[in-house]
């Protein structure tokens, strides 16, 4: 079966740097997704890879190494506002989304 | 209207009853998607439309259905609703059904059945 395994939730500080993996089993591999969601809205995009690497993207980045099916979402300078889920997603062989069930991020002041 | 938006934004239903969720784009996005979304689970996808005039099932299509009449809008009809379709629903949309599209998603819709 296909599986998207993400920790259920993580705790960081403001101003600080947290790391959120990602490891995926799936039928294929067309590209891997990051979303977040706040509490009560929708997914917006973050970032996408799928060549093997690191992403970056303002303060944030996302790391892709597809012969371990591993990535990374890596959030620098920990704002309040970062509280949220992140999602992770494979777009597998027949270009279809699949999703983990999403990190919930906890920033404390 | 800018994005995609979506109708009613709750519901509390009876089980049994007749429900369509509403979900309209106007960015002319090709491809449009439904999802349902439960604590726990990752969003999962129900049925998805690549182009006007075509849909097809995904991961949890049954006791759900949708047509795509035209490139904006993208209904999803519960037939007779039961408590286990209790759930957050996600319409999206992405300009094509290819492997670097990114999906664009409306507000969601919480419906209840009881």
């Known amino acids: 079966g296909q599986n998207i395994d993400q920790p259920t939730e993580m705790t960081a500080t403001e101003g600080a740097i947290v790391q959120i993996n990602c490891t995926y089993q799936?039928?294929?591999?067309?590209?891997l997704f990051w979303y977040q969601q706040h509490a009560g809205e929708a997914p917006t995009f973050l970032s996408y890879?799928?060549l093997d690497g690191l992403e970056e993207k303002g303060r944030f980045s996302s790391f892709l190494s597809r012969s371990k099916g591993y990535s990374y979402l890596l959030l620098k300078e920990l704002q309040m506002k970062d509280s949220a889920s992140y999602l992770c997603?494979?777009?597998?062989?027949?270009?279809?989304?699949?999703w983990g069930a999403g990190t919930k991020l906890i920033i404390k002041p | 209207i800018a994005g995609i938006t979506q109708a009613p934004t709750s519901q509390i239903l009876a089980a049994g009853r007749r429900m369509t969720l509403r979900c309209t784009q106007d960015?002319?996005?090709?491809?449009m998607y439904w999802y349902r979304q439960d604590l726990g689970l990752g969003l999962r996808l129900i049925h998805y439309?690549?182009?006007?005039?075509?849909?097809g099932k995904g991961e949890v299509p049954d006791g759900y259905s949708v047509s795509r009449a035209n490139t904006d809008d993208f209904p999803l009809t519960l037939a007779s609703a039961v408590p286990s379709q209790t759930s957050v629903y996600f319409c999206a949309s992405s300009e094509l059904a290819q492997a670097t599209d990114t999906q664009y998603f409306g507000p969601g819709t919480r419906l209840t059945v009881l």
């Open positions: 960015m002319r996005h090709n491809a």
């Open positions: 997603a494979v777009r597998d062989s027949n270009y279809q989304l699949i």
């Open positions: 799936t039928s294929g591999f067309n590209g």
């Open positions: 890879n799928v």
């Open positions: 439309s690549n182009t006007a005039g075509t849909t």
